[in-house]
């Protein structure tokens, strides 16, 4: 079987290309050039495209350089942009996955006549009895990234593969130092990749759009209890910087048109309800139906919350998961994803969460 591993230069794509090359099948690495910007999360830098070439040529295989740093501007970085811009927090990494990874890269991979892709992400997908596919959580709890691969469909699932989705991490790293890969002892990435730890969120987004500053006000009395430097670098759920004396407070609503951020207390800022935005819902298969039990998931490591799932009537209308308990707030732009309610294993769907109903 021919197979393109997309190869990031961290341990997990290095694994993964070397245990397909194990295993027998023609292996060629490919990685993306996607930011040309200064980074050092260990994803997009020049080091890393180094060390994926390095790999490649340990294990005997060919090794290209795909440039979508276009795409990744126009696609990732700009709505990144632009979600804080109105007072959203968005997800880059999955989008960075839903429109490069499994989109351009995968057709990329059709065009050139390859089986599979591959990739080091911690999840696994397998075959149902009736010939469908499955994405499923990785063996590693702590490691596991099927929240960020969410989105796959079937058409996707059937061409990737995740060859070190079954194995704990300590154990892809020991397979990396028994190959004497380079990248063995290599940091895991963190963060968002295309911002530098020493500019920061605040400091990305300076230089891309008006950060305008902003009082924080009590949602039950109206009074005004401080004041922030960047209404736009507020997330829903915060409650670091939210003027909180005494009580904690969270922030429950961000309104960067008013210059305000509304805060409650925790009791208050809880939530029975996340509503999904129209036209952003996916399904791994079929639709769950009307009423069906799941759990949501609305971070990357985030505990998965029993809810319920109510579908509008139609495309246009939104999709709502009511919590069996109230949860902590959730901010629009997040994803969330939803796995199967009789087996929380598997990722049923996604969509971008829109709002939320506040407990009475």
Known sequence: MQVLVAMSGGVDSSVAAA???????????????????????????????????????????AHH?????????????APYVAAHRVGRTPNPCIECNRTIKFERLLARARRLGFDKLATGHHAQVTATPDARWQLRRGADG???????????GQDALAQVCFPVGHLEKAAVRAEAVRLGLRTAAKPDSQDVCFIHGREGRGGFLAQRLELHPGVVVDERSGETLGALDAVELVTVGQRRGMAAAGERRYAVDVDVGSRRVTVATAARARVDEAILEPGSVTWVDEALEDGAAAFAQVSAHGRPAPCTVRLGAGAAEAVRCCFDEPQRPVAPGQTLALYDGRDPGAVVGAGIVGGSRRVA
């Open 142 to 152: 702590l490691k596991d990234q099927s929240y960020v691969l969410s989105m796959l």
């Open 19 to 61: 245990l397909l090359v194990a295993a027998g099948h023609d292996v060629t690495g490919a990685t993306l050039k996607l930011w040309g910007g200064p980074s050092d999360s260990g994803c997009c830098s020049v080091a890393d495209v180094d060390d994926a070439r390095r790999v490649a040529q340990q294990l005997g295989i």
């Open 65 to 77: 350089v795909f440039n979508l740093a276009d795409e990744f501007g126009r696609d990732v970085v």
